[in-house]
């Protein structure tokens, strides 16, 4: 028996378009470093995996100051996707993250579809990363700087082109600043992702009213944390609901309740963001808080819950 070893009978293990997760807790691009930041604060090889910071194919250096901005329960991001570049990642990065035990994605970003085939096919080359997040919220240069990710049909196309050259499982990661969210999750699903992952931040701004200046340098930036989250599960449940593939949850998430909701609205596995910065251990807390709920509903497995939500009329 499990019981005699004093390990809990509950699995949590789940698969994300052939990315297999030990639970189904991972970390969201941009908040959690490359990992080796929050070691000190979360047990990295019980985590079910880390997305890393969005990765170019040049380093950049961002949007200048003020990036930040705290807001009622959430907080707005103006950071500009400063990130190491493709070179010093691999060089630098991913060593560590192939010491440590959890799964690890690479989130990658470009200004046009053969930046992103072009990340696709070098990060493909390397051992020690389980799968890509495709950040398509960004603007498509070439294309008049319309994002990749408001536009279906750019969306299929960058899509296409990153499984094409990509031998690694590929989430597609979906911005919320849609009208029409089944949609773009269906033609990514067209274009062959493996999973999707949703929602990136929502658009937003703040002012200094004594200054009569916005408050982020870039006038405007990305709303995330527990504000966000109503409208992050309502989009995982419709897109859950409108495709086939998996769906990982992302929004607002920092507590074992907050993932159960996305669980059961649809989601296969779920993101920690903005949590990450108020609570670094909150990853390490849902796992085992997942475990506490499946043993106190006698369930053994979590994939039973995972889109269990009941809607029908109550009698
Ligand atoms: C400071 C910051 C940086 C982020 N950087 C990225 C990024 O590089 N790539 C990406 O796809 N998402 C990025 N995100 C979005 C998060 O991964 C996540 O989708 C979003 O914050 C919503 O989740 P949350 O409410 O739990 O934070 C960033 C978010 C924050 C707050």
């Given at each position: 028996?499990?019981?005699?070893?004093?390990?809990?009978?509950?699995?949590?293990?789940?698969?994300?378009?052939?990315?297999?997760?030990?639970?189904?807790?991972?970390?969201?691009?941009?908040?959690?470093?490359?990992?080796?930041?929050?070691?000190?604060?979360?047990?990295?090889?019980?985590?079910?995996?880390?997305?890393?910071?969005?990765?170019?194919?040049?380093?950049?250096?961002?949007?200048?100051?003020?990036?930040?901005?705290?807001?009622?329960?959430?907080?707005?991001?103006?950071i500009?996707?400063?990130?190491?570049?493709?070179?010093?990642?691999?060089?630098?990065?991913?060593?560590?993250?192939?010491?440590?035990?959890?799964?690890?994605?690479?989130?990658?970003?470009?200004?046009?579809?053969?930046?992103?085939?072009?990340?696709?096919?070098?990060?493909?080359?390397?051992?020690?990363?389980?799968?890509?997040?495709?950040?398509?919220?960004?603007?498509?240069?070439?294309?008049?700087g319309?994002?990749?990710?408001?536009n279906?049909?750019?969306?299929?196309?960058?899509?296409?082109?990153v499984?094409?050259?990509?031998?690694?499982?590929?989430?597609?990661?979906?911005?919320?600043?849609?009208?029409?969210?089944?949609?773009?999750?269906?033609?990514?699903?067209?274009?062959?992702?493996?999973?999707?992952?949703?929602?990136?931040?929502?658009?937003?701004?703040?002012?200094?009213?004594?200054?009569?200046r916005?408050?982020?340098?870039?006038?405007?930036?990305?709303?995330?944390?527990?504000?966000?989250?109503?409208?992050?599960?309502?989009?995982?449940?419709?897109?859950?609901?409108?495709?086939?593939?998996?769906?990982?949850?992302i929004?607002?998430?920092?507590?074992?309740?907050?993932?159960?909701?996305?669980?059961?609205?649809?989601?296969?596995?779920?993101?920690?963001?903005?949590?990450?910065?108020?609570?670094?251990?909150?990853?390490?807390?849902?796992?085992?808080?997942?475990?506490?709920?499946?043993?106190?509903?006698?369930?053994?497995?979590?994939?039973?819950?995972?889109?269990?939500?009941?809607?029908?009329?109550?009698?």
């Open positions: 028996m499990d019981h005699l070893n004093n390990q809990s009978p509950v699995d949590l293990a789940v698969n994300i378009g052939g990315i297999q997760l030990a639970n189904p807790v991972m970390t969201a691009s941009g908040t959690f470093g490359y990992g080796r930041e929050f070691a000190q604060f979360v047990n990295l090889d019980a985590i079910g995996g880390i997305v890393v910071k969005g990765i170019s194919i040049e380093p950049r250096a961002g949007n200048p100051p003020q990036r930040i901005v705290e807001t009622p329960c959430g907080m707005l991001n103006a500009g996707l400063e990130n190491v570049g493709l070179e010093r990642f691999i060089a630098q990065k991913l060593p560590y993250l192939r010491s440590i035990k959890c799964r690890v994605v690479v989130n990658i970003l470009g200004d046009s579809v053969e930046e992103y085939a072009y990340l696709a096919e070098k990060l493909s080359e390397h051992a020690g990363i389980d799968g890509l997040e495709v950040n398509i919220s960004c603007p498509n240069v070439k294309k008049g319309v994002a990749f990710g408001t279906p049909a750019m969306a299929q196309a960058v899509t296409e082109a499984k094409k050259h990509s031998t690694l499982p590929v989430i597609v990661k979906l911005s919320p600043n849609v009208t029409d969210i089944a949609a773009m999750a269906k033609a990514v699903e067209a274009g062959g992702a493996d999973a999707i992952s949703l929602i990136n931040t929502l658009i937003g701004m703040a002012i200094d009213i004594d200054k009569r916005p408050r982020l340098a870039n006038i405007i930036g990305g709303l995330s944390g527990p504000a966000i989250k109503p409208i992050a599960l309502r989009m995982v449940w419709q897109v859950a609901n409108a495709v086939s593939i998996p769906v990982i949850g929004g607002g998430i920092g507590t074992t309740e907050d993932a159960l909701e996305f669980l059961i609205a649809g989601a296969t596995a779920v993101q920690i963001g903005t949590a990450n910065f108020y609570d670094p251990g909150a990853a390490d807390t849902i796992i085992s808080g997942l475990t506490t709920y499946l043993e106190q509903h006698n369930e053994t497995s979590l994939i039973n819950l995972i889109g269990s939500l009941d809607t029908g009329v109550l009698s």
